[in-house]
């Protein structure tokens, strides 16, 4: 079992910044895939970031140019740095941990409890 904590989110005014964090614990694995998918009431959960063992990077076309994905290996952690942030930015953010192996997803994802954001002028 993987368990998924999430902290950061909050109240910004538009162009504020927010930095979400994710830490995992219990049986994590040599390689996985951790990201962060957000759900604004009535839409569908989409992808934001996500980041694979080896640091390479994916982003959602709406935010690549202000949001920044990056893990600390050591302590099973995984962070959104969102700058420059938008009304439509608000949503609930979910953390996700997938593990991998040799390319392939193994076992089912785990995802965290989610985190409101909330972007308000």
């Known amino acids: 079992q993987v368990q998924l904590v999430e902290s950061g989110g909050g109240l910004v005014q538009p162009g504020g910044s927010l930095r979400l964090s994710c830490a995992a614990s219990?049986?994590?694995?040599?390689?996985?895939?951790m990201g962060w998918y957000r759900q604004a009431p009535g839409g569908q959960r989409e992808l934001v970031a996500h980041?694979?063992?080896?640091?390479?990077?994916n982003y959602g076309d709406s935010v690549k140019d202000r949001f920044s994905i990056s893990r600390d290996n050591a302590k099973n952690t995984v962070y959104l740095q969102m700058n420059s942030l938008k009304l439509e930015d608000t949503a609930v953010y979910y953390c996700?941990?997938?593990?991998?192996?040799?390319?392939?997803?193994?076992?089912?994802?785990?995802w965290g409890q989610g985190t409101q954001v909330t972007v308000q002028g």
């Open positions: 980041i694979k063992t080896d640091g390479s990077t």
């Open positions: 219990g049986s994590i694995a040599s390689i996985y895939t």
């Open positions: 996700n941990y997938q593990r991998m192996g040799r390319g392939l997803r193994i076992e089912s994802p785990y």
